[in-house]
């Protein structure tokens, strides 16, 4: 049986947020998933210690350059991926890109060959989305499945 593994992106420098990220892994630890938590922001060790891999990258540049800041293009097979959004002033999207990069890579390394990738806020109630995109990538034959809100 192939062990699935999930992926917790994250930039938690406040309390709030970072009570968001320890009840999202409270949650998913008592549904037995095992844990790997990419960050930008120091955690406080009781976080840490409920995960089974920790990775921190304190650089975390803003890019302010119009060339270069709002576009982010990614190929994938046939899927094309892009963004550009002209109201925000500076963005971190080369440092979120060397960070879900870095993690997947780092992740499938180790041998893991089912990821989860969410976000710290996230809410999870039950196995119910893992267990479906499994299904989907076993029955289908494909190397990711992606979710967005409807705005997107």
Do not use: A
């Given at each position: 049986m192939e062990q699935e593994i999930i992926l917790i992106l994250s930039y938690t420098p406040t309390i709030k947020k970072q009570d968001?990220?320890?009840?999202?892994?409270?949650?998913?630890?008592?549904?037995?998933y095992r844990i790997c938590l990419a960050t930008h922001s120091s955690t406080p060790q009781d976080i840490i210690d409920r995960c089974d891999y920790y990775l921190y990258d304190e650089q975390n540049p803003l890019l302010y350059d119009n060339d270069?800041?709002?576009?982010?293009?990614?190929?994938i097979s046939t899927l094309k991926f892009s963004y550009k959004d002209y109201l925000l002033p500076s963005t971190h999207g080369l440092?979120?890109?060397?960070m879900y990069s870095g993690a997947l890579t780092y992740l499938k390394s180790l041998g893991e060959e089912i990821v989860h990738m969410i976000e710290y806020d996230t809410?999870?109630?039950?196995k119910d989305i893992f267990e479906a995109n499994t299904s989907l990538l076993k029955s289908l034959d494909i190397g990711a499945v992606l979710y967005s809100l409807p705005r997107f």
């Open positions: 968001k990220l320890r009840e999202l892994i409270n949650s998913l630890n008592s549904l037995n270069i800041k709002y576009f982010t293009y990614q190929n440092s979120l890109w060397r809410i999870v109630k039950n």
